[in-house]
């Protein structure tokens, strides 16, 4: 079974924008991910359909928040903080991309490897994804999937290595393009009708 979760639109955030170390947590981490933006509705789309309704590719990452995402049996929680889902730079069409199995992704912290692998690897691919979520709902122009990631993010070393302000992360994908993001500490952004507290 897949197993899915949503993120808020105020996780999105585009390239170079600043990924935010959250005032409640340390424990942010980052995961290198391909993203599937919908170009056409459906429902009900089997795999073998699947890509009529993709409008195209990009690069993101799911940053996390560990101890957060554990609270929560959903993990929307720890999935969904602001700025967490940069992407981009580009979307890149399915004719553009060629066999997205063949492709390499790969996760940098300051220029340094920590995710690699072939998007062939992954548990589920796109088109099964697809199937699946239109199975439960209509997936809609504009919609944005992150696909999931390979080994060696932060909570896979002992000791955890969890992104800190200063940090760079860097997604790279074949034939998709780079996205990178730096990390900082939370700014002031507490406020009740747009109106700092």
């Not at 980052?30 to 919908?38: D, G, K, N, S």
């Not at 700014?187 to 109106?195: F, R, S, V, W, Y």
Request: hydrophobic content about 40%; proline content about 8%.
């Amino acid at each position: 079974m897949q197993v899915w979760f949503n993120k808020q639109a105020t996780a999105a955030s585009g390239p170079g924008d600043p990924i935010h170390v959250p005032r409640v947590s340390k424990m942010l981490d980052y995961e290198a991910e391909l993203v599937v933006i919908i170009g056409k509705s459906g429902r009900h789309v089997p795999a073998e359909r699947a890509m009529e309704i993709v409008a195209g590719f990009s690069c993101g990452c799911d940053a996390s928040v560990r101890d957060w995402q554990k609270a929560s049996p959903t993990m929307i929680m720890g999935k969904g903080f602001d700025t967490h889902a940069p992407f981009g730079p580009a979307l890149v069409t399915p004719d553009e991309v060629g066999d997205l199995d063949a492709l390499e992704i790969k996760g940098y912290v300051n220029g340094e490897l920590r995710q690699s692998a072939k998007l062939g690897d992954m548990i589920h691919n796109v088109k099964e994804q697809i199937a699946h979520l239109s199975a439960a709902f209509t997936l809609e122009p504009g919609d944005v999937i992150f696909t999931g990631t390979p080994a060696g993010v932060g909570a896979g070393h002992t000791p955890p290595r969890w992104l800190k302000a200063g940090d760079r992360f860097r997604v790279e994908i074949e034939n998709v393009g780079v996205l990178e993001n730096p990390v900082i500490n939370e700014p002031n952004t507490a406020e009740i009708g747009g109106q700092p507290l």
